[in-house]
């Protein structure tokens, strides 16, 4: 168990569709990091909050969102989906930077039918 | 275009074989990390190597980084099923303000 908790661990929903994911990093853990992993692609980082505030992005689509809340949780929220968005997304926090170990939640399967 | 390539893709072995996959990149690695992923379950780091030419143990896996802080390599001795898994290697590529991830070498050790 890595501390960090993502919530849900499955959504299947609809083309065109939004749908909100829900991270709680680790205690302590300053910033939070999503990535999304799909077959073809790998792990793919998405972007990074710390502190409340967007560190750094990464490959984030504009249908993409996210933020952090004054209690460190984090939502990404995904609108107008597609099917090619169908993939795990992960959560990781880490205590202050990217330079620092990255721990990982358990994932959420998004399935767009 | 991926900046860290792993290889191979996939790797199907025997219980008790040895196995070595790779992490190669064209760019300088600031440090690389080796995560294990299993199905349903985020990554989990095993290793991080800072220095070229460092060696690390875990138990039956050692870490090799290269000289030049381009390569890496994970070496599994008598591979037991238990060390079937997704492995990562991710890095921090100097000059880049985030984690890259190689594609990943899917390994299955068969009993």
């Known amino acids: 168990d890595s501390g960090v908790t993502q919530t849900p661990k499955h959504l299947i929903t609809a083309t065109g569709q939004r749908v909100t994911l829900r991270c709680s990093p680790r205690s302590g853990d300053l910033s939070v990091y999503w990535y999304q992993q799909s077959l073809d692609q790998g792990l793919q980082f998405l972007i990074q909050y710390y502190n409340g505030e967007e560190r750094a992005k990464g490959n984030i689509l504009e249908r993409f969102s996210a933020q952090q809340f004054p209690d460190l949780h984090s939502e990404l929220n995904l609108s107008s989906l597609e099917l090619g968005d169908s993939a795990l997304y992960f959560c990781?926090?880490?205590?202050?930077?990217?330079?620092?170990?990255?721990?990982f939640g358990p994932g959420t399967r998004l399935t767009v039918l | 275009t991926q900046l860290l390539e792993q290889s191979p893709q996939f790797l199907s072995i025997q219980e008790g074989e040895n196995l070595t996959v790779y992490c190669n990149s064209s760019s300088v690695f600031s440090s690389l990390q080796w995560y294990r992923q299993e199905p349903g379950e985020g990554p989990v780091l095993l290793v991080t190597v800072v220095t070229g030419g460092e060696v690390k143990k875990l138990k039956r896996l050692t870490f090799q980084f290269g000289d030049a802080r381009k390569d890496s390599s994970l070496h599994i001795t008598a591979a037991q099923p238990g060390d079937t898994g997704l492995y990562l290697c991710?890095?921090?590529?100097?000059?880049?303000?985030?984690?890259?991830f190689g594609q990943g070498t899917r390994l299955t050790i068969n009993p």
């Open positions: 990781a926090s880490s205590v202050v930077g990217y330079t620092d170990t990255q721990y």
């Open positions: 991710g890095s921090q590529i100097q000059g880049a303000q985030k984690l890259v």
